[in-house]
């Protein structure tokens, strides 16, 4: 390990990408990782942490850049943890995250996948969905909104977000000036006082509002109506009560305090989404996604288990463009799993749709298999548990179609599933563009058993 401490200033040549978009110099064969320095670009950047194995740097000089090196178009880039990679075209964003899935399947699972480009959408004011802390100036006395900055939890107050678009801007600015007029407090972590935690948002056809409080109710609300109302036509505003000293955005409950849930649009169907559901916050690429599992199932003619199935929008899409299958759907979230169900009854496909309330893992070890049965995975960034897998190669699932929003896990559940299965297809999907992540459909086929 070369003599390298906090605060040296080092110059290299990046030669690689790390998982998450950083830029990787080596310095007498030590790889030191700089977040926002792109491949083939010499930088200069100054040490901030030294391990056993590795070091990290912050970008201090750009001294030969690359060509695919931009302008960010967000002010607070770099600063703000949102973002990754606005100092890159999006071209060059695609390449890389095309680079990211295929590096993780053949480093990971030992898959020598052909990953083609990600299929991409709008790369700004894509985002449905904004969620942020409240912070306190004990200079300025003002109350802001902001993003946490990278691994950490001060807060970087912003006036709008690029990513988000217009609309984010219209939101903070009615949240802060109703905070700061109507002077209330924001929740103190150290001291457990203070009311505003978070504001988290959608907007759809129209605006749905979680005020995350210390307490029980929202004070001046009429004044924050009227705010929103110069903003916004049609919006409804939750309160949900957290008092709790902990890093989970919502509390356990989330009440409507003015107007109402009502249905959105939601790609092909108009679809209710309770406050504490998963919704995929890219809706043009959600339905390209949706399509994409569809058409992996079109030829499959027997019945469809599908894990992590939130609302039931792909539930419903499979129900529709497959009309012999049955579709059992599986979703740990109660609110969501009604959403589902009252969306199947809706599009009345009850008879072929069922939605169960459960965990995955539980669900998976205790169900007996059907005879020709396909499955499609939708989990969470950490991927699924390994029971899971488990369980899926037991029960013989002919086809597993695995929607992944996180490379590392995709791959890591790849490799178990390479055991049986064989890697027909992949590709990824740009559903957060800006950021390092990168959403992928992977179709994997059982393997045929020989005969002796
Ligand atoms: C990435 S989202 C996918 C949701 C849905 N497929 C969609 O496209 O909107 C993952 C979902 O898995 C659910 N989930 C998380 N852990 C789970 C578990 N152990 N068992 C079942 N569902 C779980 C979450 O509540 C969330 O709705």
């Not at 931009?70 to 002010?75: A, E, L, S, T, Y």
């Not at 929103?228 to 957290?242: G, M």
């Not at 995929?280 to 058409?295: F, G, L, P, T």
Request: aromatic content about 8%; overall charge negative; charged content about 30%.
């Amino acid at each position: 390990m070369p003599d390298i401490k906090i605060g040296d200033v080092l110059e290299g040549v990046v030669f690689d990408f790390a998982s998450g978009g950083e830029g990787v110099m080596k310095i007498d064969r030590f790889p030191v990782f700089v977040p926002f320095a792109i491949k083939g670009e010499m930088v200069r950047a100054k040490v901030t942490f030294v391990k056993k194995d590795c070091a990290f740097g912050e970008l201090v000089e750009v001294v030969i850049p690359s060509e695919d090196r931009v302008k960010p178009v967000c002010p607070y880039f770099g600063r703000c943890g949102g973002c990754d990679l606005q100092h890159m075209s999006a071209e060059y964003q695609l390449l890389l995250k095309r680079y990211t899935v295929q590096n993780a399947l053949q480093k990971i699972a030992g898959a020598h996948a052909d990953v083609p480009i990600p299929i991409a959408g709008k790369a700004l004011a894509y985002r449905n969905k904004f969620a942020a802390p409240f912070a306190y100036n004990q200079k300025s006395g003002r109350v802001s909104l902001g993003f946490f900055e990278r691994r950490s939890h001060k807060v970087v107050p912003v006036k709008w977000c690029p990513v988000c678009g217009e609309w984010s801007g219209d939101l903070i600015g009615a949240l802060t000036d109703w905070a700061n007029e109507c002077k209330i407090s924001v929740y103190d972590e150290n001291t457990g006082k203070g009311l505003l935690r978070h504001a988290v948002a959608r907007n759809l056809d129209s605006l749905c509002l979680t005020l995350v409080i210390n307490g029980d109710e929202i004070p001046h609300k009429d004044r924050l109506v009227a705010l929103l109302k110069e903003k916004f036509e049609e919006f409804c505003i939750f309160a949900s009560p957290n008092k709790k000293n902990t890093n989970v955005i919502f509390g356990d409950e989330v009440k409507l305090v003015y107007g109402e849930n009502r249905r959105q649009n939601l790609g092909k169907f108009d679809a209710e989404a309770s406050p504490k559901s998963f919704l995929q916050v890219n809706a043009e690429i959600m339905d390209k996604i949706y399509d994409r599992v569809a058409e992996a199932l079109e030829d499959f003619d027997g019945e469809v288990v599908e894990l992590y199935s939130g609302i039931g929008l792909l539930t419903a899409q499979l129900a529709l463009r497959l009309p012999r299958a049955k579709i059992c759907a599986v979703e740990i979230e109660p609110s969501a799993t009604k959403d589902a169900r009252d969306l199947a009854r809706r599009l009345k496909l009850e008879d072929r749709v069922e939605c169960v309330c459960a965990d995955a893992t539980e669900f998976m070890q205790n169900r007996k298999a059907g005879a020709k049965e396909a499955l499609v995975l939708d989990p969470p960034r950490k991927g699924c548990d390994r029971r899971v897998l488990q369980a899926a190669i037991e029960a013989g699932f002919e086809r597993i179609v695995y929607v992944s929003c996180n490379p590392q896990t995709l791959a890591r559940d790849a490799a178990i599933l390479l055991e049986s299965y064989d890697l027909k297809d992949v590709q990824p999907f740009d559903m957060f563009a800006q950021t390092a992540e990168i959403e992928t459909v992977c179709v994997f086929d059982k393997i045929a058993k020989t005969e002796v």
